[in-house]
């Protein structure tokens, strides 16, 4: 993995920077003027589930694997793609990573430091609220998915096709 300054890619991320917040373009600019740009390759682990978070990340291009370690289980939380908000949780909360990430082919990912997003959330006040509504969907949309899959897990047990089902049966 390889940090680079916020030169040379601002153009590219700029206006969609501010679009993908909802903020001002002036905040947006604030944003994009510290931002770092990583660069990864397939394979490399980009941060530890419960180490440091350095602040919030935007997925520019390539995917990513989410895992976490969760009362004794190891949890695949799924794959994210370009444009997709990470660790809003560790940018708003404590600072800690709540899951690893882990890279599923080479790509690049924005940072905005602690820093910056302070300084963001001075100027532009309804962006700190805007990031914990997308951290309350986030949210519900892992409970929905954990109710669906723990719901077609009872439905396969249900189904009738273990030994004991058919012995009932027959």
């Known amino acids: 993995m390889q940090a680079k300054a916020g030169s040379g890619q601002v153009d590219v991320a700029s206006r969609p920077l501010a679009e993908l917040l909802a903020c001002p373009p002036a905040t947006g600019n604030l944003l994009n003027a510290s931002a770092q740009y990583v660069e990864f390759r397939d394979g ?40 997709e908000l990470l660790e809003l949780g560790a940018a708003l909360g404590d600072g800690r990573h709540t899951y690893t990430l882990t890279a599923q082919c080479a790509g690049s990912l924005m940072l905005l430091s602690f820093d910056s997003l302070q300084q963001a959330f001075r100027t532009y006040p309804r962006l700190r609220m805007r990031l914990l509504e997308e951290l309350a969907r986030e949210v519900s949309r892992g409970y929905s998915a954990c109710c669906a899959a ?21």
């Open 150 to 170: 723990r719901t077609a897990g009872m439905r396969r047990r249900g189904n009738g096709s273990s030994a004991e089902s058919q012995a009932a049966r027959g």
């Open 44 to 83: 490399d682990t980009i941060f530890r589930q419960g180490h440091h978070c350095l602040g919030l990340y935007i997925v520019v291009s390539g995917q990513l694997l989410r895992r976490a370690e969760r009362l004794e289980s190891r949890l695949i939380l799924g794959a994210v793609h370009a444009g």
